[in-house]
């Protein structure tokens, strides 16, 4: 029983995780998250390339802001 409880509680972890970073792509989104001056956009009648390059590096020194402060907060 204990492996298989372990696997439930994964498994609610993971849900938990998906709805917030649903609701993170939402609200970026609706903030122009996508469409940053960066962002390059190539395609043709039949074809088309998405390369977010601005909105990546936001996003990654955001969260690397984030993490850094949580992991100085829990003294690691």
Do not use: F, H, N
Not at 3 to 10: D, E, M, S, T
């Amino acid at each position: 029983m204990d492996g298989l409880q372990g696997i439930g509680k994964a498994l609610v972890g993971a849900g938990i995780a998906l709805a917030l970073l649903g609701g993170l792509l939402w609200i970026g989104g609706r903030i122009g998250l996508g469409s940053l001056p960066g962002d390059i956009r190539l395609g043709g009648e039949r074809w088309g390339c998405y390369l977010p390059i601005a909105s990546s590096l936001l996003i990654s020194l955001l969260l690397s802001l984030i993490l850094g402060a949580l992991w100085r907060w829990l003294g690691r």
